[in-house]
């Protein structure tokens, strides 16, 4: 094998160590909106900071899977908590919610500007 050739190589090899970290990244966070009802936390939270008492009377889940539900999301980095007094209010975090929704929107919305409506 040349130089030339084990270089290639080489570089072959780094692009496809990244490609699986992308994948593995990309895969972790179609892992959270693949639930219907973590989609329906994250559709609802697109807009507004919410309570959990909030989310609680917009999406028909008992507060205890809500709560595990957005444990989950809060983990994979999708949205964060602040504590103000007794509540507990989440918002989205980073883009990657905001542009997966949006995305969402556009292909199965058809027009309806109201994400919580539409998903």
Same mark, same amino acid.
């Given at each position: 094998?040349?130089?030339?050739?084990?270089?290639? +190589?080489?570089? &072959?090899? #780094?692009? !496809?160590?990244? $490609?699986?970290?992308?994948?593995?990244?990309? /895969?972790?966070?179609?892992?959270?909106?693949?639930?219907?009802?973590?989609?329906?936390?994250?559709?609802?939270?697109?807009?507004?900071?919410?309570?959990?008492?909030?989310?609680?009377?917009?999406?028909?889940?008992? +507060?205890?899977? &809500?709560? #595990?539900? !957005?444990?989950? $999301?809060?983990?994979?980095?999708?949205?964060? /908590?602040?504590?103000?007094?007794?509540?507990?209010?989440?918002?989205?975090?980073?883009?990657?919610?905001?542009?997966?929704?949006?995305?969402?929107?556009?292909?199965?919305?058809?027009?309806?500007?109201?994400?919580?409506?539409?998903?």
């Amino acid at each position: 094998m040349t130089t030339f050739q084990a270089h290639a +190589q080489d570089d &072959l090899q #780094q692009q !496809l160590i990244k $490609l699986q970290q992308h994948a593995d990244e990309a /895969a972790a966070l179609m892992q959270q909106f693949a639930n219907t009802n973590r989609l329906m936390i994250v559709c609802t939270l697109m807009n507004d900071e919410l309570s959990v008492g909030e989310l609680n009377e917009r999406i028909p889940l008992s +507060q205890s899977s &809500l709560s #595990q539900h !957005l444990a989950g $999301l809060r983990k994979a980095g999708l949205v964060s /908590a602040r504590r103000e007094g007794l509540s507990v209010f989440y918002r989205l975090q980073g883009d990657h919610a905001i542009k997966v929704v949006s995305l969402l929107k556009e292909l199965f919305c058809h027009g309806d500007n109201n994400v919580q409506e539409c998903l």
